[in-house]
């Protein structure tokens, strides 16, 4: 007989539902609290941002190209540290100096700082990038709301000259923005502070590696070949091999010879052409080289004198196609200084693995 | 096995019971070592059940139901590596996990329990004051809960509330309650006989309780 049990059970209170709002905090929390998958890393690292939501699908192309498997992707642009969000932009005007005149003085400017193989390549620098979430629900197939914001950090990165050590990325989040005309979302704020990510060697050579570079095509015609191999997607070929490009100059050192054929090839992509009044994510102005692609101008940023390259911007040319205002930012980025370390830190992560 | 999951009131995530070709609570805990969100998995299947049974225990008040549902699922997600994987089903882990919390939190059951005894002019004097948002919550569950049973649930120690309420309210099986409470089967057994007669004495029932 189990009457007494069976009356407690008739007096099941009644509750109301799991509210919406503590369910998707737990959740966060939850997920938040799982350590981040490792961060892909290779040519599109600086465009990775993981959107953490684990049964959501998150997209985020910015810049068509700069895909890396499962982690939304972005890519680059100039700034305004300088003058603040989105008040001084104008369109960017183009210059009657040509591509390959201006992208010819840079491959006359290369140096180069002969890294021994066991020293290791240190950049430094802050980048604002957008971050844009959307898709579907995996297991219903609804879409989700599209997000987006502008996610700023200041970024080191040790590599190992001839990819054998492992090497070391230091993150420092900054305060995140608005993606020009869009809300600024909660997740924005989810990464904060400072973290740093063990970059392991796993018994191959980083592509990104000083030796690695060293063996691409020394001349204009090799080297355009390999920018427009590259796998691009749905991405038309002469905006792949622009992407191709920043993706060979973003957080590498790329030896002289091949930074001279790099920028000789660049001046020949159709649809490349010059702005005199970029400006880096450090406020330095300079000249702006680059394309225009789904509504945002993507420059490579010059110094207009010495032509060492100071960083990349992407500004919105076309309202419609961006989804954001006309002349505003949406990616800034500084190099800010390069330099040969004997050593990386060591640092001591549980995530890094060769999975 | 009758599973209490109320219906997701929002579209984002799916229960179990939609997906019942899916992968085990098991399977996913085990690809949650190596891929920590996909723990996330196990939250979508079971927080709306586990919070159901946290809130009928301690009451809507001031958000305890939500605070211990998602303490639960985070000490499961640390505990994760522990998790005996031939278990396929993760409730009894779970509601395990969720007792605990509740243990800690036995003085607002107790209170809770005591004030709905009163509800309708029970026999607790004990009278404690009451806010206004418990009156309102104790006049929603009123009618639920008869007070004298609620008088008879306050009068149990906390292991027997849990024990029986995990049968009455979780809908475990005894089975399952063992392993919830990491007891043998035979002591659930005897336990529960020993509740059953603290209620009847409670509720001053005869050896033939009233319908």
């Known amino acids: ?355 | 096995m009758v599973s209490s999951a109320a219906p997701h009131p929002w579209g984002l995530f799916t229960t179990s019971e939609a997906e019942p070709s899916g992968p085990s609570d098991a399977g996913l805990i085990r690809a949650s070592l190596d891929r920590p969100e996909e723990f996330a998995g196990v939250f979508d299947r079971h927080s709306d059940e586990i919070h159901a049974y946290v809130a009928r225990r301690l009451g809507p008040e001031l958000g305890q139901a939500d605070d211990v549902t998602a303490e639960t699922f985070l000490i499961a997600f640390r505990k994760r590596h522990r998790y005996d994987l031939t278990r396929p089903d993760a409730r009894p882990w779970l509601y395990g996990i969720a007792g605990k919390l509740i243990s800690g939190h036995r003085r607002s059951e107790v209170r809770r329990l005591k004030s709905l005894a009163r509800a309708a002019g029970g026999a607790d004097a004990s009278g404690a004051e009451l806010h206004e948002e418990e009156r309102s919550a104790e006049r929603a569950s009123a009618a639920a809960m008869r007070p004298a049973l609620a008088a008879a649930l306050a009068r149990l120690s906390a292991a027997e509330r849990d024990l029986l309420l995990l049968v009455a309210w979780a809908d475990l099986t005894y089975e399952e309650t063992a392993e919830a409470l990491k007891i043998p089967i035979g002591t659930v057994r005897s336990r529960l006989h020993r509740i059953r007669a603290k209620l009847r004495r409670h509720l001053h029932l005869s050896e033939e309780p009233a319908a």
């Open chain 1, 1 to 355: 007989m189990n009457d007494e049990i069976d009356m407690i059970k008739q007096a099941r209170p009644e509750v109301t539902p799991y509210s919406e709002e503590a369910k998707l905090a737990a959740r966060r929390t939850l997920t938040a609290s799982a350590p981040p998958r490792r961060r892909p890393y290779g040519i599109a690292l600086v465009g990775a941002l993981a959107v953490a939501a684990a049964s959501v699908v998150a997209v985020a192309t910015l810049f068509p190209g700069a895909g890396a498997d499962d982690a939304p992707t972005v890519a680059v642009g100039t700034a305004s540290a300088g003058t603040g969000e989105r008040a001084a932009i104008t369109l960017p005007r183009i210059a009657k100096m040509s591509a390959e005149e201006v992208l010819g003085r840079a491959a006359r400017a290369v140096t180069d700082l002969r890294p021994g193989d066991d020293q290791f390549i240190r950049v430094t620098s802050q980048t604002m990038y957008g971050a844009i979430r959307m898709g579907a629900n995996v297991k219903t197939g609804e879409p989700i709301e599209e997000s987006r914001y502008l996610y700023r950090s200041k970024r080191t990165i040790w590599l190992s000259a001839d990819g054998t050590r492992d090497g070391a990325l230091k993150i420092e989040y900054l305060e995140p923005r608005a993606y020009p005309g869009w809300p600024i979302p909660k997740e924005a704020y989810d990464e904060q502070g400072t973290e740093w990510n063990r970059l392991p060697v796993c018994g191959n050579v980083s592509e990104t590696a000083y030796t690695s570079l060293k063996k691409l095509p020394g001349d204009a015609e090799g080297m355009r070949a390999h920018l427009y191999a590259r796998d691009n997607g749905d991405n038309s070929p002469d905006a792949g091999a622009w992407t191709a490009v920043g993706d060979l100059l973003r957080e590498t050192y790329l030896p002289a010879e091949q930074r001279a054929a790099l920028f000789k090839a660049a001046a020949t992509i159709p649809g490349v052409t010059v702005t005199e009044d970029a400006e880096d994510a450090a406020g330095r102005k300079g000249i702006g080289v680059g394309r225009e692609s789904l509504g945002i101008r993507e420059d490579i940023i010059f110094n207009p004198e010495t032509y060492e390259l100071l960083g990349e911007r992407g500004i919105v040319v076309d309202e419609k196609e961006a989804k954001a205002p006309l002349g505003s930012l949406v990616a800034s980025t500084a190099q800010l200084t390069i330099s040969v370390d004997d050593k990386a830190p060591r640092v001591d992560d549980p995530h890094a693995g060769c999975g």
